[in-house]
T-cell receptor
Framework: DAGVIQSPRHEVTEMGQEVTLRCKPISGHNSLFWYRQTMMRGLELLIYFNNNVPIDDSGMPEDRFSAKMPNASFSTLKIQPSEPRDSAVYFC?????????????FGEGSRLTVL | GNSVTQMEGPVTLSEEAFLTINCTYTATGYPSLFWYVQYPGEGLQLLLKATKADDKGSNKGFEATYRKETTSFHLEKGSVQVSDSAVYFCARNSGNTPLVFGKGTRLSVIA
């Protein structure tokens, strides 16, 4: 089975530009999570969805960040406008049942560099 | 609140050395505890887990025991290999809450 698929793997952009990161969860998984990884703060949960509905977005840094899940097989994380401090690796993960079993399946990440 | 504290790295060991990476958690409720591993250029993957006190999780020669009395879940391996070089994350959840991860510990094993 295919794992969690993220795109792009790498993105370099200039400050002020819009960035869209994409994620396809594992088929049959009904929970999807967006994490951000930086050296300073480690792995932070930004937002998660159950059955395509956002449950908790308290980790989203500010209004420049937004996430959508229009259907069970696709989610986007958008940053507009981007800033250098947004540079990080963004991971998408999915799980079968709200993540309460603890087994999350991660994608390979999207490495974002904002100049 | 829910938090996880793990030892800061990096940890550098010679091949076949004994490994311990410490992890403690806050004792809110009855969490399940996990170790995830991140190999270079990859996402995290579950290494092992324990769901109740005194449980021992094990996988690929790694072990961790859920110690309620010390609120700890230390990761151990008796003999590390170069291929174990990675970042290791301790994590906890409780009920329906998503996983909370520690900051990660980078392990480098040299031949």
């Amino acid at each position: 089975d295919a794992g969690v698929i993220q795109s792009p793997r790498h993105e370099v952009t200039e400050m002020g530009q819009e960035v869209t990161l994409r994620c396809k969860p594992i088929s049959g998984h009904n929970s999807l999570f967006w994490y951000r990884q930086t050296m300073m703060r480690g792995l932070e949960l930004l937002i998660y969805f159950n059955n395509n509905v956002p449950i908790d977005d308290s980790g989203m840094p500010e209004d420049r960040f937004s996430a959508k899940m229009p259907n069970a097989s696709f989610s986007t994380l958008k940053i507009q406008p981007s800033e250098p401090r947004d540079s990080a690796v963004y991971f998408c993960a999915s799980s079968r049942s709200g993540g309460d079993t603890g087994e999350l399946f991660f994608g390979e990440g999207s490495r974002l560099t904002v100049l | 609140g829910n938090s996880v504290t793990q030892m800061e790295g990096p940890v550098t060991l010679s091949e076949e050395a004994f490994l311990t990476i410490n992890c403690t958690y806050t004792a809110t409720g009855y969490p399940s505890l996990f170790w995830y591993v991140q190999y270079p250029g990859e996402g995290l993957q579950l290494l092992l887990k324990a769901t109740k006190a005194d449980d021992k999780g094990s996988n690929k020669g790694f072990e961790a025991t859920y110690r309620k009395e010390t609120t700890s879940f230390h990761l151990e391996k008796g003999s590390v290999q170069v291929s174990d070089s990675a970042v290791y994350f301790c994590a906890r959840n409780s009920g329906n809450t998503p996983l909370v991860f520690g900051k990660g510990t980078r392990l480098s094993v040299i031949a």
